[in-house]
């Protein structure tokens, strides 16, 4: 990277086209606000921000040739973005490679820990793990697991069966599509045979548009067999049909009616510079988060170098619009706090529970006795 000139150049790479752009393009407005708030601010280390944007196209490969561009290329000082764990596998490689670092900000599957990777969206513990203690403590005795047919939700529903045999749930089916898929009559018909208490929802991008849409076709309701989600957040519920999504349920770290006076702030920047019909959510106030993080990192190594960054990122804090966020240091990922929210009906997402204080990410499921086994399958 070069660092002689009074600005540094930070790269995002987001699927601003393709299937995925439904989630991504707001993840990337997010980073751009971030990045003209530094630069306002005075900058990193006093340096101005120079920003390079790729477009992902909802492809793994392209996601690791424009990391590649952008790191070798451009010469940035770190790159962020990713949304599917297909492409940040396919980035993994590359930034390693390069020793440089990538800001992953999309809640994943976990069994992942990289020195060139700093995850600050949640892991399994701080998302899948709570919404499961949440469905079974509202009395679901049975699961039918929908997902997209990728990493993050095969890996996401091996965890989820293991936690359900050790709580005596029953998994009532299970069926992926693959990603940008758009008939799902015949899953939706199997959902509605199987007549389990709840769905556990693994399905990214537009496919969760004809899924829901089908689901509410077959008769389905959230009172009847209510849905929990782990990739729907605001920005999707206008593309899905709010008449589709009410009453549904969703896991995450942060909602746009968390009530925080750094979320009242972020919300009404965010919508100032996009427009007042814009909506905040997860990925993106974890993007959000990152570039303000790794501002952080930065100062206190006085240095971009990426081994210095990584030196000094153990214990650095934000006031995140969701709340305080820590970076632990030997994992790279952040402690935060866990929500569940259902979608109301003036589109927006409201907690139902959440766990009062920020848990400590746990990727490999280390403290859980019935995940033993998972991280080596």
Known sequence: MDTSSDSVKVGFVNSLSGTMAISEQTVHDSLQ?????????????????DVVSEDGASEPTVFAEKAGKLISDDCVAAVFGGWTSSSRKAMLPVVEGANSLLFYPVQYEGLEASDNIFYTGATTNQQI?????????????????VGSDYVFPRTANKIIKQYAKAHDIEIAGEQYA???HTDFSTISNKVKAAGADAVFNTLNGDSNVAFFKEYRNSGLTADDMPVMSV???EEEVDGIGLRNLEGQLTAWNYYQTVDTPENEKFVEAFRSE?????????PMEAAYTSLYLWKEMVEKAESFATDDVREAAGGVTFDAPEGTV???GDNQHIAKTSRVGAVGDDG????????????????FLE??????????G
């Open 367 to 376: 403290s859980y006795d019935w995940a033993e086994g998972l991280s080596a």
């Open 33 to 49: 606000l971030a990045a003209e708030q530094i630069n306002d601010s005075g900058g990193v280390l006093g340096k101005q921000l």
């Open 326 to 328: 820590t970076v632990n």
């Open 274 to 282: 996009y427009g007042d019909d814009r909506v905040t959510s997860d």
């Open 231 to 233: 990739s729907i957040a």
């Open 178 to 180: 693959p990603l940008g």
């Open 348 to 363: 927006l997402i409201h907690t139902v529970w959440d766990s009062g204080e920020p848990i400590e990410p746990d990727p």
């Open 129 to 145: 793990v709570p919404a499961l203690d949440y469905l079974a403590e509202q009395g679901t005795e049975s699961l039918f697991l």
